[in-house]
């Protein structure tokens, strides 16, 4: 079965791929471009893989289209470069919105109150189910590889985490002499950042990261590949932790003018 599975995708790697998909990755995702020819040859493969293997499905009034699917799954599949992988194998569908959408939340308060509100959400990833994407959110987002935020490799992060048996911030890493390092460095990080955000001091990683664990390793993910340069000066040993996990080094691929505009 693995192995009808590995000739099948290996099958798939190998087809043409179409010219339109290749201007789509040249025009929504700016990230291609900085990848080496092989590196891009290898992106279009997973990317083949990837659109054979999930559904997509538009909510919310939009037509999903192959510029659609394209721009998703390039992007999610940088994530997957160099490294062996199952294709995010708990997902079977991603749910894209046009624009922001809004959902129902339920907070459990002090003496059993239970406060109900509407939020506005980017994107969201659920354990054993759908990533839900604002299309919207994905343009912006892809649009400028130098601002840190990038809703796709957000949610997608969340996807490889969850392969671990749960959403903790401590996804499946290549050797398992390196879980102790990652506990000590990631967490290490993670006090700081509660720490600065409790002194109101200035830390490159968002504040959005402060939620949880699992929320902290999907904003250090954004950053390691649109911010790379200021945060492996910043937070050198974060950097490299993460560059031994995804087996990138995306500040290598940073020239000095992008330099300028990404640190």
């Not at 109101?200 to 939620?211: K, P, R, S």
Request: charged share 25%.
């Amino acid at each position: 079965m693995f192995g009808f599975k590995r000739r099948r995708r290996q099958k798939l790697r190998n087809q043409p791929f179409p010219p339109d998909w290749i201007a789509v990755m040249k025009r929504n995702v700016p990230y291609y471009c900085r990848l080496t020819s092989s590196e891009q040859k290898e992106l279009q493969g997973h990317t083949l893989v990837f659109l054979n293997e999930k559904k997509f499905e538009g909510c919310g009034g939009l037509d999903i289209t192959d510029e659609i699917r394209v721009t998703i799954a390039a992007q999610a599949c940088i994530l997957l470069l160099h490294r062996e992988t199952d294709y995010f194998p708990l997902l079977t569908s991603i749910l894209v919105y046009p624009r922001q959408y809004f959902t129902a939340s339920k907070n459990h308060l002090p003496g059993g109150v239970v406060h109900e509100d509407i939020e506005g959400r980017l994107g969201e990833s659920w354990y054993r189910g759908p990533v839900v994407l604002s299309w919207d959110d994905i343009l912006s987002g892809s649009a400028d590889p130098y601002d840190g935020y990038n809703v796709v490799f957000h949610e997608f992060a969340h996807q490889l985490d969850s392969e671990s048996g749960a959403t903790e911030g401590s996804p499946v890493l290549p050797h398992p002499s390196m879980y102790t390092a990652w506990a000590r460095i990631l967490g290490q990080e993670y006090k700081k950042l509660l720490n600065d955000l409790q002194r109101n001091h200035q830390n490159l990683i968002d504040t959005y990261g402060a939620e949880n664990p699992a929320e902290f390793f999907a904003v250090v993910t954004e950053l390691f590949f649109e911010k790379p340069v200021a945060l492996k000066r910043r937070h050198r040993a974060l950097y490299d932790q993460l560059a031994a996990f995804y087996r990138q080094d995306p500040a290598s691929r940073i020239t000095k003018d992008e330099n300028k505009s990404g640190s």
